[in-house]
């Protein structure tokens, strides 16, 4: 049988307790136990030292990541913001349009009573203080409120963006193109057309 087996390694064991339980006296620190302490110390310093430059790591980096993003998100914001303002001109501006076209659509049919007038009138029709004439001047007035004008004048340059020339007549009298007479006023309501004026044209003499 070997030597290994007949002595066998024991374990050593410390008592660290302060208080001897036998006699219940205060035992003074020994050597060994000194120096367990002193290592004990020096593992926390160093563990704390460890902790702290953990923490101020951590907190550098935190303040950097906050830093970067929230410039980014400033950016995101203005651009976010400006697109909203773009986008509610854009709605307005289609409101505003769709709006006018719904208008227009009712006031279309009014049309032909307004040349009506305009026909009574050259022929003398509204002169006077007649129920006729109140009438007419009111429901001129309704229309006019709602945005609706009229165009087309004797004697302005003939547009054809406007003007529908029905007839034209060579003059010497002009040097550009030129409405000799209204045969149909034009109407418009705010930026909608909805009808060119129908009219006479005078053209240079060649």
């Keep these: 049988m070997s030597d290994e ?11 660290k307790r302060r208080i001897d339980p036998e006699t219940g006296a205060v035992r003074e620190p020994s050597g060994d136990d000194v ?3 002193s290592a004990e110390a020096e593992a926390s310093d160093s563990f704390d030292d460890e902790a702290e430059l953990t923490v101020d790591d951590i907190l550098n980096a935190a303040n950097a990541e906050v ?13 976010v913001t400006a697109e909203y303002a773009n986008y509610r001109k854009r709605t307005e ?8 076209r719904a208008v227009g659509a009712a006031v ?15 022929h003398g029709d509204l002169e006077g203080d007649t129920a006729f004439a109140t009438i007419a001047a009111k429901l001129r007035g309704a229309v006019e409120k709602l945005g609706l004008t009229a165009f087309g004048e004797v004697g302005e340059p003939f547009d054809p963006q406007h003007h529908e020339a029905i007839f034209q007549q060579p003059s010497d009298e002009v040097e550009v193109d030129t ?6 006023t034009g109407y418009q309501l ?10 006479v044209v005078k053209t240079p003499a060649a």
């Design 5 to 15: 087996n007949q002595n066998p390694e024991e374990p050593i064991i410390r008592d």
């Design 35 to 37: 120096k367990d302490a």
């Design 67 to 79: 830093q970067d993003p929230t410039d980014e998100h400033l950016a995101d914001l203005k651009r």
């Design 93 to 100: 501006a289609n409101r505003e349009i769709e709006r006018e």
């Design 108 to 122: 279309s049919v009014l049309l032909p009573v307004l040349d009506d007038l305009d026909r009574a009138e050259k």
């Design 179 to 184: 409405v000799a007479d209204v045969v149909e």
């Design 190 to 199: 705010g930026g909608v057309q909805l009808r060119a004026a129908k009219v």
